[in-house]
């Protein structure tokens, strides 16, 4: 059984002018440096880091707020979640939580945080207001990924050692349902319309691809070894995922479900996210401590941003 990869726990775990052509106005990634203890913040239009804030704790799982004022960083070596008020570049909170905290998704109004517990398998609810636990739901073994559906009503879990999904509803705050998956599935990815989800399944070296409405497994495709997050581009028609044995990220066809192209990165790609233009895609190196952006239409490498040692960047690490 694979674990974080943290110090004190047995674990597991470019510049604009670069670009092909101008990108939108630029949003910030939020660039977790697990064996830094770090926060890069990158300005995704220079790209450059602006800040490195110090963040203790090992922070690992990151959810940027939909309206764009906090980021909230999952600290596991100290149970906790650190919060960052994007305006000032601060750390304002640090709310205990438990001390297998890793996925990390805020819900769709920015009233909820979700903390997925690796080692009490479960995921904590808690309001942004106060950041008081409200709830906890027990789901499988080992949660982590966590992605929440575009219309707020479903948060759907992966279950990495019992190798499936949960799905929660978020009204009731109950499991309704689940889906078994390959093996070991860590990110999570869903479309646009929340019909379709994509899980990165590390032990099998494949993708389960799920109807999210139904939870049942529709296909499996293959990718290189040991895939760990997904992120969708071009109108959810291609996916994007990180294969952190292979130095690579899988290019996906959607409509077929064929691998279109095999893109090298730095090593041990973990986090991927999408900008706002919905071509650019940032890939967050372990091993290089940097992050690679991607041009997911052209299919090359565009940049390179050294960001801080161990970049992990787990989750919705790009803020509005």
Partial sequence: MQRFRFRSLAALFGAASLLPFAVAAAPFAYISNQLADTVAIVDMQTGKVVETLPVPGKPAGVAAAPDGKRVYVSTPDNG??????????????????????????????????????????????????????????????????????????????ANRLSDSVSKIDLETLKVTGSVAVGAHPFGLVLDNEGKRLYTANVESNDVTVVDALQMKAIATVKVRARPY????????????????????????????????????????????????????????????????????????????IKTGEGSRAFGRFIGN
């Fill in 80 to 157: 906790s979640v650190a919060v960052i008020d994007a305006e000032s570049r601060q750390l304002i909170a640090h709310p205990k939580v438990s001390s297998g905290a890793l996925g990390i998704a805020t819900d769709g109004t920015g009233k909820r945080l979700f903390v997925a517990d690796w080692y009490k398998n479960i995921v904590t609810v808690l309001e942004v207001d106060n950041l008081q636990a409200v709830k906890a739901v027990t789901v499988g073994r080992s949660p982590s990924g966590l992605t929440v559906s575009p219309d707020n009503r479903w948060l759907y879990v």
């Fill in 229 to 304: 997050a997904g992120a969708l581009a071009q109108n959810d028609s291609r996916l994007l995922v990180t294969n952190q044995d292979d130095d690579s990220v899988s290019v996906i066809d959607t409509e077929t479900l064929k691998e279109l192209d095999v893109i090298e990165v730095g090593g041990k790609p973990e986090g991927i996210g999408t900008h706002s233009d919905d071509r650019h895609v940032y890939v967050a190196n372990w091993f290089d401590g940097t992050v690679s952006v991607l041009d997911a239409k052209a299919l090359r490498v565009v940049d390179t």
